[in-house]
């Protein structure tokens, strides 16, 4: 079983900046790509940002230039640095991963989410 629970979420003023974090924990035995994902009421759920095991990485047009993704393989957690934060950020972040539980065995794997409010 993998675990993977986010935080860093919160309110925050436009222009503003928030990192959010996501962990994974369990039967790990590698992982692969890692994303971030958010999602708005009626809307459905929309990549952000990707990243490789090699630290490869793809944004969405919406967030390039203020957003970065990285991660740390050590501790099998991935991070989204935002910056220059709008009002249309304002989403519920998940994370996800596709993870090896064994060298034959892989999953794709979400958070539970974190609530971003951008907002005077």
């Known amino acids: 079983q993998v675990q993977l629970v986010e935080s860093g979420g919160g309110l925050v003023q436009p222009g503003g900046s928030l990192r959010l974090s996501c962990a994974a924990s369990?039967?790990?035995?590698?992982?692969?790509?890692m994303d971030w994902y958010r999602q708005t009421p009626g809307k459905q759920r929309e990549l952000v940002a990707h990243?490789?095991?090699?630290?490869?990485?793809n944004y969405a047009d919406s967030v390039k230039g203020r957003f970065t993704i990285s991660r740390d393989n050590a501790k099998n957690t991935v991070y989204l640095q935002m910056n220059s934060l709008k009002s249309e950020d304002t989403a519920v972040y998940y994370c996800?991963?596709?993870?090896?539980?064994?060298?034959?065995?892989?999953?794709?794997?979400w958070g539970q989410g974190t609530q971003v409010t951008v907002s005077s």
């Open positions: 990243i490789t095991r090699s630290g490869s990485t």
């Open positions: 996800n991963a596709v993870v090896l539980t064994t060298p034959l065995r892989e999953g794709d794997y």
């Open positions: 369990g039967s790990i035995f590698s992982i692969n790509a």
